[in-house]
Each structure stands twice: as structure tokens, then as C-alpha cells.
């Protein structure tokens, strides 16, 4: 009987670690999502502060003018997220003639959005910044997104050729500059 017993508490308590680990290697909570986007936001703005070599004057008037194309931009991307899920595990062959129009509507809507979005900022930004810091605002930009995308492919084990034919070059120990 106490045998018995023991082994069953053995057993529960096994389970229960078992489902604590699982929780645990699983998604991350809101916190853990909170904390990397401000430390991805922190690293972008220090990638940008160095690529474009933004003097001081520069820095009060462009951080402004980019953190609300930042949020604007996360919105009309949230906005979109929720418009794909609509449609989400349908295949083409399940969606109806309409369903196909609406969805090619809605991803034009979405285009125009953001394509205004861009020209807004820009208009803005042309007034603080020359026009070769904006587009080296933009390239300061991808270059930040592809080393941050080689880094997580490092992370996740991922080896081998990006789709446009270049190899993996992941993040060197101390940051994003190379």
C-alpha cells in the first residue's frame, strides 16, 4: 500500500513537472514578447543612429517623425494580419468567385494604404534629412532586417543559401554592425 502510494505521487509529480516544462518551452508569454520587441526596437534605433550618422539636431527631429511612422506602420500591419485570417485554410479551390474578388480588393486596399503611408513619411522626413540620409535610411533598414533574419536562422539551425543565393552572415558576438 505505501509502495503503491509513493508511486502514484511519483507519477503525478512527473506529470506535472512534464507539464510545466511543456509550458514553458512553448510560446512565449506577452512579458517575454513585450521585452524582445523593445530590445529589437532599441537595437534598430542604435543600428539607424549609426548608419545614418544623424547629428543631434537631426536625432530630435527625425526620432519623432519615425517612431510614428513605426507605429502606423505596426498598425496597418496588424490591421492586415486580421484580414488574411479571414481567409486563412481556405484553399483557392474552397473559395467562391466573391471571396476571391474581396480578397484581391482587400490586398490593393492594403497596398494603397501603405504605399500612401510611405509617401507621408517621406514628405516628412524631407524636411529634416537630406534626401541621400533617406535613402540610406531605407537601405540602414533592410540591412538591419537581413541581419536580423540570418541571426534567428543561426539560432533555429538554419544553414545554407538565402533565396537570393547569399550564405547565412549571422550577427558577429557583439551586435549588428560587421
Not at 494604404?113 to 537630406?130: G, I, W
Not at 537570393?164 to 550577427?171: A, E, I, K, T, Y
Request: hydrophobic letters at 30%; aromatic letters at 6%.
Amino acid at each position: 500500500m505505501k509502495n503503491r502510494g509513493a508511486v502514484i505521487g511519483l507519477l503525478l509529480m512527473c506529470m506535472s513537472l512534464g507539464t510545466m516544462m511543456a509550458q514553458s518551452s512553448g510560446k512565449p508569454s506577452q512579458e517575454q514578447r513585450e521585452k524582445r520587441k523593445s530590445k529589437m526596437k532599441e537595437m534598430k534605433r542604435a543600428f539607424i543612429k549609426t548608419e545614418l550618422e544623424l547629428t543631434e539636431e537631426e536625432e530630435e527631429v527625425f526620432w519623432p517623425i519615425y517612431d510614428e511612422f513605426e507605429n502606423k506602420r505596426d498598425e496597418l500591419r496588424k490591421e492586415h494580419k486580421s484580414l488574411r485570417k479571414q481567409f486563412k485554410g481556405k484553399s483557392l479551390d474552397e473559395l467562391v468567385e466573391a471571396e476571391a474578388e474581396e480578397m484581391l480588393t482587400k490586398e490593393m486596399e492594403f497596398r494603397e494604404k501603405r504605399l500612401a503611408l510611405d509617401k507621408d513619411f517621406e514628405r516628412e522626413l524631407k524636411s529634416s534629412l537630406s534626401a541621400k540620409k533617406i535613402i540610406l535610411l531605407h537601405k540602414a533598414e533592410r540591412k538591419f532586417k537581413k541581419q536580423l533574419l540570418d541571426r534567428m536562422k543561426g539560432r533555429r539551425g538554419g544553414e545554407g543559401v538565402d533565396r537570393r543565393g547569399r550564405g547565412s552572415g549571422n550577427f558577429p558576438p557583439g551586435g549588428l554592425r560587421n
